[in-house]
T-cell receptor
């Protein structure tokens, strides 16, 4: 168990809908990352937050947004869902953002769009 | 060309075999190199972490980095059925941008 908690574990929703994925980082970790894993693209970095502020942005669609709250938990919001958004979404956390930081992954939220 | 390339596999070996997993990369700014292991429908777990070029050994696992060739390897000695999983290489640059760039992963099956 990495200590990173993600909910829900599984989610099935229809095209056009909106969902929110939730992540609690490991105790003491200030940095949160979101990744998307699909069969054809592998693990793709979406976005990173550090202590409530956005730090880096990857291949995140405009339909997706995220935030990190004062208690350090984070949410990833996915809207106007399309079939191609079906994937495993991982949250990860680390203590800081600098060199030598180990990044720990949660178990993922499996999203199926039908 | 993708920044990180990894043999797609899958790879099947008999128990006790030595396994060699490899990745190549194009961005010479990468300084930190990692191998993650991912069991089916689980989150990736960090297996090995190496800075710059050189070797690192941990039990049956050895990670090698050759920055001049932009090539990293993971060796698994005396492979066990419990090693059956997907192995992903990952790397990142120095500095505050800790974004990891992953290879697509290779699925390893160790046959008893």
């Amino acid at each position: 168990d990495s200590g990173v908690t993600q909910t829900p574990k599984h989610l099935i929703t229809a095209t056009g809908q909106r969902v929110t994925l939730r992540c609690s980082p490991r105790s003491g970790d200030l940095s949160v990352y979101w990744y998307q894993q699909s069969l054809d693209q592998g693990l793709q970095f979406l976005i990173q937050y550090y202590n409530g502020e956005e730090r880096a942005k990857g291949n995140i669609l405009e339909r997706f947004s995220a935030q990190q709250f004062p208690d350090l938990h984070s949410e990833l919001n996915l809207s106007s869902l399309e079939l191609g958004d079906s994937a495993l979404y991982f949250c990860a956390s680390s203590v800081g953002t600098g060199d030598g930081n180990t990044i720990y992954f949660g178990e993922g939220s499996w999203l199926t769009v039908v | 060309q993708k920044e990180v390339e990894q043999d797609p596999g899958p790879l099947s070996v008999p128990e006790g075999a030595i396994v060699s997993l490899n990745c190549t990369y194009s961005n010479s700014a990468f300084q930190y190199f990692m191998w993650y292991r991912q069991y089916s429908r689980k989150g990736p777990e960090l297996l090995m972490y190496t800075y710059s070029s050189g070797n690192k050994e941990d039990g049956r696992f050895t990670a090698q980095v050759d920055k001049s060739s932009k090539y990293i390897s993971l060796f698994i000695r005396d492979s066990q059925p419990s090693d059956s999983a997907t192995y992903l290489c990952a790397m990142r640059m120095t500095g505050a941008n800790s974004k990891l760039t992953f290879g697509k992963g290779i699925t390893l099956s160790v046959r008893p």
